[in-house]
């Protein structure tokens, strides 16, 4: 591993890299459009509908990534990421906003507390993730014929 942006272990290539996104969303509708945006990838998925039952998922795990919508019911989306970077420093953060950007937010992103920011709707998510994760475009582009 290697040192990263939050000061953590960031993974090398070649070493197992964990391959699970958790996706936190407090509306189970919401969730699953989430996850329906990303299943072309090559990756598994674990979904919460709370902070709560996902910190616990990440005493047991290190996903790659975590998206996570800014209005969960037990804890501000930002503070749950920030829980998440201070836990596990190598795990990529994607927060959901789905009205106007709070300064806390913005200042969390600036400080690298939070890897990236999406709006809905959440067109960019899937380019976000691929970004934050480098995984490249050629799997999934469709083939010109």
């Known amino acids: 591993m290697r ?14 890299k964990p391959n699970t996104i958790f ?5 189970p ?13 090559k990756r598994s998925f674990r979904l919460f ?9 990440l005493e047991r795990e290190t996903p790659a990534l975590v998206v996570a919508d800014l209005d969960l019911p037990d ?4 503070a749950f990421l920030a829980e998440v970077a201070r836990r596990r420093p190598p795990v990529r953060t994607v927060l959901i906003s789905g009205t106007e950007t709070p300064v806390g937010a ?26 934050l994760l ?10 010109a014929v």
Do not use: C
Not at 3 to 16: L, V
Not at 107 to 124: K, S
Not at 134 to 143: D, F, K, S, T
């Open 3 to 16: 040192a990263g942006a939050r000061g953590g272990a960031r993974w090398r290539t070649g070493m197992d």
């Open 23 to 27: 996706l936190v969303d407090a509306n």
């Open 29 to 41: 509708v919401s969730r699953h459009a989430l996850w329906l945006q990303l299943t072309h990838s």
């Open 49 to 57: 509908g709370d902070a709560r039952s996902a910190l616990a998922a």
């Open 75 to 78: 804890r501000d989306g930002v």
């Open 106 to 131: 913005r200042l969390a992103l600036q400080d690298r507390i939070i890897d990236e920011i999406v709006g809905r709707p959440v067109d960019a998510l899937d380019y976000a993730v691929r970004r």
């Open 134 to 143: 480098r995984e490249g475009w050629e799997a999934w582009l469709p083939i």
